[in-house]
């Protein structure tokens, strides 16, 4: 008689969810991948060391808040500037951070740490997807780390491209290639609308953050999001909900009596004819 081994069983179902992320994730690298090369020739063609680019990509991590970086430091502006600003950029990721916090909080602090590291725009759209569906603390972090890992590994790999070869191509960041990364925030913003304060909030925080993008450092982006974050949690209190709940049910109730109406009229008939035959 053979015995199964369930360190293995387990090993070769947490190597199934590493795998499913970093599948999962594919399209938003292809989405990522211009938006490195592009990175690196603006380091090759500006003030920093090549070497500079490459560990801004390894330790940073964030596509937004390096190019914001690298203009204001060919802009030459102090080291207090730039903190700030890319730490306004940034800001979004401690909304995603709360929004997964239930489905990883059960894992320990290891963990913890390096899928906070790997992070990004694409890992959260992509992971949140797959927790949305599953109850907090039923997941462990493979999915979420194999989406994370391809993502840093996809980035790393785009960068040295765009540092070794953007100098060959001068005016590849005039070519709109660009647009491949709003197109990557469409995909991952558009599914997430299911439910009417979404919709609220995503139209509330776009509006007001291109009516505020001339504010210094940012932080009109800031303000936008703020914004949008106050409209959905609004819209998410309990007294609207209780009125939407209330609308439903009472549109239900009218339904009901509506359907019931001719059986509730139909006894008072049967007794009426009983009555008037037994006179």
Do not use: C
Request: no cysteine.
């Amino acid at each position: 008689m053979t015995h199964s081994n369930p360190g293995q069983r387990s090993s070769s179902g947490h190597l199934k969810e590493f795998t499913a992320g970093a599948r999962d994730i594919i399209p938003m690298m292809v989405g990522a991948a211009p938006f490195g090369v592009i990175f690196g020739t603006l380091v090759a063609s500006g003030p920093l060391h090549l070497w500079h680019g490459q560990l801004m990509s390894l330790v940073v991590f964030a596509g937004s808040a390096q190019f914001i970086a690298l203009g204001l430091i060919a802009g030459h502006a102090s080291f207090a500037v730039i903190w700030a600003t890319t730490l306004v950029v940034n800001l979004r990721h401690v909304l995603y951070s709360a929004t997964l916090a239930p489905h990883v909080a059960h894992l320990s602090a290891r963990w913890r740490w390096a899928l906070g590291a790997l992070l990004t725009d694409e890992v959260f759209a992509v992971a949140w997807e797959h927790y949305r569906h599953r109850e907090p603390g039923t997941v462990g972090p493979h999915y979420f780390f194999g989406a994370g890992l391809a993502m840093y590994l996809n980035w790393q790999l785009w960068t040295v491209a765009g540092l070794l070869f953007g100098a060959a191509f001068p005016g590849l960041q005039s070519l709109g290639l660009d647009f491949a990364m709003v197109a990557t925030f469409i995909a991952i913003v558009v599914p997430q609308l299911v439910a009417l304060r979404y919709i609220a909030a995503a139209v509330t925080a776009g509006t007001l953050a291109f009516f505020w993008q001339a504010w210094p450092y940012k932080l009109g982006l800031l303000g936008a999001v703020f914004a949008g974050v106050a409209i959905g949690v609004l819209l998410s209190s309990p007294r609207f909900g209780r009125g939407a709940r209330g609308n439903r049910e009472s549109s239900r109730e009218a339904s009901r009596e509506a359907s019931q109406g001719p059986l509730r009229e139909a006894p008072r008939k049967i007794s009426k004819e009983t009555m008037e035959a037994s006179r």
